[in-house]
Protein backbone atom coordinates (compact mmCIF):
# COMPACT_ATOMS: atom_id res chain seq x y z
CA UNK A 1 0.00 0.00 0.00
CA UNK A 2 1.45 3.64 -0.57
CA UNK A 3 1.50 6.13 1.97
CA UNK A 4 3.33 9.87 2.54
CA UNK A 5 4.42 11.24 5.55
CA UNK A 6 4.56 14.89 6.27
CA UNK A 7 6.58 14.84 9.41
CA UNK A 8 6.07 18.27 10.54
CA UNK A 9 2.37 19.36 12.03
CA UNK A 10 3.57 23.28 11.35
CA UNK A 11 6.60 25.45 9.91
CA UNK A 12 6.96 28.77 11.05
CA UNK A 13 9.17 30.74 9.10
CA UNK A 14 10.26 34.47 8.51
CA UNK A 15 9.11 36.53 5.68
CA UNK A 16 12.31 36.79 3.32
CA UNK A 17 13.81 33.39 4.75
CA UNK A 18 13.96 29.62 3.20
CA UNK A 19 10.98 27.47 3.15
CA UNK A 20 10.75 23.40 3.13
CA UNK A 21 8.29 21.35 3.74
CA UNK A 22 9.15 18.07 3.64
CA UNK A 23 7.58 14.94 2.57
CA UNK A 24 8.68 11.04 2.26
CA UNK A 25 6.87 8.42 0.74
CA UNK A 26 6.38 4.93 0.07
CA UNK A 27 5.08 2.73 -3.20
CA UNK A 28 5.43 -1.02 -4.66
CA UNK A 29 6.98 0.74 -7.51
CA UNK A 30 7.81 4.21 -9.29
CA UNK A 31 5.83 7.25 -7.80
CA UNK A 32 3.85 10.00 -9.08
CA UNK A 33 4.44 12.64 -7.02
CA UNK A 34 2.39 16.01 -6.41
CA UNK A 35 2.65 19.32 -3.90
CA UNK A 36 -1.28 21.19 -3.22
CA UNK A 37 -1.54 24.06 -1.49
CA UNK A 38 -4.77 24.91 0.43
CA UNK A 39 -6.20 28.33 1.76
CA UNK A 40 -8.81 28.93 4.26
CA UNK A 41 -12.11 28.03 2.85
CA UNK A 42 -11.05 26.54 -0.58
CA UNK A 43 -10.32 23.71 -2.37
CA UNK A 44 -6.75 22.62 -2.88
CA UNK A 45 -4.46 24.19 -5.75
CA UNK A 46 -2.01 22.35 -7.65
CA UNK A 47 1.56 23.47 -7.37
CA UNK A 48 4.00 20.99 -8.81
CA UNK A 49 4.42 17.23 -9.95
CA UNK A 50 7.17 15.32 -10.46
CA UNK A 51 6.56 12.11 -13.14
CA UNK A 52 10.16 11.13 -14.30
CA UNK A 53 13.10 13.00 -15.61
CA UNK A 54 14.48 15.82 -13.85
CA UNK A 55 14.40 15.81 -10.10
CA UNK A 56 13.77 19.09 -9.42
CA UNK A 57 10.18 20.23 -10.62
CA UNK A 58 10.00 24.23 -10.69
CA UNK A 59 5.91 24.62 -10.42
CA UNK A 60 3.85 28.05 -9.54
CA UNK A 61 4.63 31.18 -7.31
CA UNK A 62 7.88 30.14 -7.28
CA UNK A 63 7.95 26.82 -5.43
CA UNK A 64 9.81 23.80 -6.05
CA UNK A 65 10.88 20.80 -5.28
CA UNK A 66 13.47 18.30 -5.73
CA UNK A 67 12.86 14.52 -5.81
CA UNK A 68 15.03 11.87 -4.20
CA UNK A 69 14.40 8.38 -4.72
CA UNK A 70 17.25 6.91 -2.43
CA UNK A 71 15.62 8.99 0.48
CA UNK A 72 12.21 8.36 -0.96
CA UNK A 73 11.79 12.15 -0.60
CA UNK A 74 10.14 14.76 -2.21
CA UNK A 75 10.43 18.42 -0.46
CA UNK A 76 8.98 21.11 -1.10
CA UNK A 77 11.09 23.89 -1.25
CA UNK A 78 10.83 28.31 -2.33
CA UNK A 79 13.80 30.40 -1.69
CA UNK A 80 12.19 33.44 -0.15
CA UNK A 81 8.96 33.26 2.07
CA UNK A 82 6.10 35.76 1.22
CA UNK A 83 3.48 36.52 4.25
CA UNK A 84 1.18 35.07 1.28
CA UNK A 85 2.39 31.71 1.54
CA UNK A 86 0.96 30.84 4.84
CA UNK A 87 -1.29 28.11 4.10
CA UNK A 88 -2.20 24.06 4.25
CA UNK A 89 0.79 22.32 2.27
CA UNK A 90 -0.47 18.36 0.97
CA UNK A 91 1.77 16.05 -0.56
CA UNK A 92 0.29 12.95 -2.53
CA UNK A 93 1.76 10.21 -4.24
CA UNK A 94 0.62 7.42 -6.35
CA UNK A 95 1.92 4.17 -8.06
CA UNK A 96 2.68 4.01 -11.65
CA UNK A 97 0.04 1.80 -13.45
CA UNK A 98 -2.94 2.51 -15.04
CA UNK A 99 -4.76 5.36 -14.26
CA UNK A 100 -7.86 3.74 -15.06
CA UNK A 101 -6.90 0.40 -12.21
CA UNK A 102 -8.75 0.61 -9.37
CA UNK A 103 -6.17 1.30 -6.58
CA UNK A 104 -4.11 3.51 -8.40
CA UNK A 105 -5.43 6.22 -5.76
CA UNK A 106 -4.02 9.67 -5.11
CA UNK A 107 -2.80 9.25 -1.46
CA UNK A 108 -2.48 12.75 0.54
CA UNK A 109 -0.21 13.46 3.38
CA UNK A 110 -1.81 14.82 6.61
CA UNK A 111 -0.56 18.43 5.93
CA UNK A 112 1.72 20.93 7.60
CA UNK A 113 0.57 24.47 8.20
CA UNK A 114 2.63 27.10 7.31
CA UNK A 115 2.83 30.21 9.04
CA UNK A 116 5.00 33.25 7.57
CA UNK A 117 5.66 36.02 9.51
CA UNK A 118 6.53 39.60 8.59
CA UNK B 1 -11.54 28.49 -18.29
CA UNK B 2 -13.96 27.79 -15.89
CA UNK B 3 -13.39 25.55 -12.50
CA UNK B 4 -14.86 22.86 -10.70
CA UNK B 5 -18.11 24.08 -9.01
CA UNK B 6 -19.46 22.78 -5.99
CA UNK B 7 -22.87 23.53 -4.06
CA UNK B 8 -24.22 24.41 -1.81
CA UNK B 9 -21.04 25.58 -0.22
CA UNK B 10 -21.76 24.89 3.72
CA UNK B 11 -24.79 22.40 5.31
CA UNK B 12 -25.75 21.78 8.60
CA UNK B 13 -27.91 19.14 9.32
CA UNK B 14 -29.05 16.64 12.24
CA UNK B 15 -28.13 13.06 12.13
CA UNK B 16 -30.11 10.82 10.42
CA UNK B 17 -31.08 13.25 7.81
CA UNK B 18 -30.17 12.83 4.16
CA UNK B 19 -27.84 15.38 2.30
CA UNK B 20 -26.71 15.47 -1.20
CA UNK B 21 -23.88 17.53 -3.39
CA UNK B 22 -23.79 18.43 -6.38
CA UNK B 23 -20.16 18.89 -8.76
CA UNK B 24 -19.65 20.06 -12.13
CA UNK B 25 -16.05 19.28 -13.43
CA UNK B 26 -14.25 21.03 -15.81
CA UNK B 27 -15.36 20.99 -19.46
CA UNK B 28 -13.51 18.11 -20.98
CA UNK B 29 -12.28 16.31 -17.84
CA UNK B 30 -13.41 12.65 -18.27
CA UNK B 31 -12.09 11.74 -14.59
CA UNK B 32 -14.38 12.96 -11.44
CA UNK B 33 -13.05 12.27 -7.93
CA UNK B 34 -15.00 13.05 -4.59
CA UNK B 35 -12.62 13.58 -1.32
CA UNK B 36 -13.74 13.60 2.32
CA UNK B 37 -11.06 15.77 4.34
CA UNK B 38 -12.36 15.48 7.67
CA UNK B 39 -10.89 18.88 10.18
CA UNK B 40 -6.89 18.06 10.42
CA UNK B 41 -6.23 15.57 7.92
CA UNK B 42 -5.52 15.19 3.98
CA UNK B 43 -8.40 14.61 1.87
CA UNK B 44 -9.39 10.64 1.51
CA UNK B 45 -10.90 9.49 -1.78
CA UNK B 46 -14.46 8.60 -1.69
CA UNK B 47 -15.18 7.48 -5.19
CA UNK B 48 -13.52 7.54 -8.85
CA UNK B 49 -15.37 8.19 -11.81
CA UNK B 50 -13.33 7.80 -15.55
CA UNK B 51 -16.46 9.16 -17.83
CA UNK B 52 -20.12 7.39 -15.92
CA UNK B 53 -18.12 4.38 -14.85
CA UNK B 54 -16.31 3.86 -11.44
CA UNK B 55 -12.95 3.03 -11.15
CA UNK B 56 -12.65 2.48 -7.58
CA UNK B 57 -15.11 3.20 -4.49
CA UNK B 58 -13.32 1.09 -2.34
CA UNK B 59 -13.16 3.81 0.42
CA UNK B 60 -17.00 4.39 -0.13
CA UNK B 61 -19.38 3.65 3.19
CA UNK B 62 -21.95 1.95 0.67
CA UNK B 63 -24.26 1.52 3.42
CA UNK B 64 -25.07 5.10 3.37
CA UNK B 65 -23.09 6.67 0.90
CA UNK B 66 -23.53 7.27 -2.99
CA UNK B 67 -22.66 8.94 -5.87
CA UNK B 68 -23.51 8.45 -9.35
CA UNK B 69 -22.35 10.63 -12.46
CA UNK B 70 -25.31 9.44 -15.04
CA UNK B 71 -24.22 11.91 -18.49
CA UNK B 72 -20.55 11.80 -17.50
CA UNK B 73 -20.18 15.05 -17.02
CA UNK B 74 -22.10 16.49 -13.35
CA UNK B 75 -22.09 14.20 -10.49
CA UNK B 76 -24.29 13.88 -7.17
CA UNK B 77 -22.68 12.78 -3.91
CA UNK B 78 -25.24 11.39 -1.61
CA UNK B 79 -25.53 10.24 2.14
CA UNK B 80 -28.44 8.81 4.01
CA UNK B 81 -28.84 8.82 6.58
CA UNK B 82 -26.00 10.74 8.29
CA UNK B 83 -23.97 10.41 11.25
CA UNK B 84 -21.93 12.94 13.57
CA UNK B 85 -18.74 11.10 12.15
CA UNK B 86 -19.58 12.46 8.27
CA UNK B 87 -18.85 15.88 9.66
CA UNK B 88 -16.02 17.05 7.20
CA UNK B 89 -14.86 19.30 4.19
CA UNK B 90 -16.74 17.37 0.44
CA UNK B 91 -14.11 17.91 -2.05
CA UNK B 92 -15.10 17.04 -6.34
CA UNK B 93 -11.32 17.35 -8.10
CA UNK B 94 -11.12 16.37 -11.65
CA UNK B 95 -8.77 15.70 -14.47
CA UNK B 96 -7.73 14.82 -17.77
CA UNK B 97 -8.21 11.20 -18.60
CA UNK B 98 -4.47 9.27 -19.03
CA UNK B 99 -1.37 10.10 -17.65
CA UNK B 100 -1.18 11.05 -14.31
CA UNK B 101 -2.60 14.39 -14.91
CA UNK B 102 -2.84 17.06 -11.53
CA UNK B 103 -6.52 16.85 -10.21
CA UNK B 104 -8.50 20.48 -10.14
CA UNK B 105 -10.65 20.98 -7.02
CA UNK B 106 -13.62 22.87 -6.24
CA UNK B 107 -14.25 24.43 -2.97
CA UNK B 108 -15.90 21.93 -1.57
CA UNK B 109 -18.63 21.68 0.53
CA UNK B 110 -18.33 22.07 4.73
CA UNK B 111 -21.19 19.69 6.29
CA UNK B 112 -21.71 19.99 10.13
CA UNK B 113 -23.93 16.13 11.16
CA UNK B 114 -25.58 17.51 14.28
Known amino acids: AQSVAQPEDQVNVAEGNPLTVKCTYSVSGNPYLFWYVQYPNRGLQFLLKYITGDNLVKGSYGFEAEFNKSQTSFHLKKPSALVSDSALYFC????????????????FGGGTRVLVKP | EAGVAQSPRYKIIEKRQSVAFWCNPISGHATLYWYQQILGQGPKLLIQ????????DSQLPKDRFSAERLKGVDSTLKIQPAKLEDSAVYLCASSLEGLPYEQYFGPGTRLTVT
Open chain 2, 49 to 56: FQNNGVVD
Open chain 1, 92 to 107: AVRDWGPIKAAGNKLT
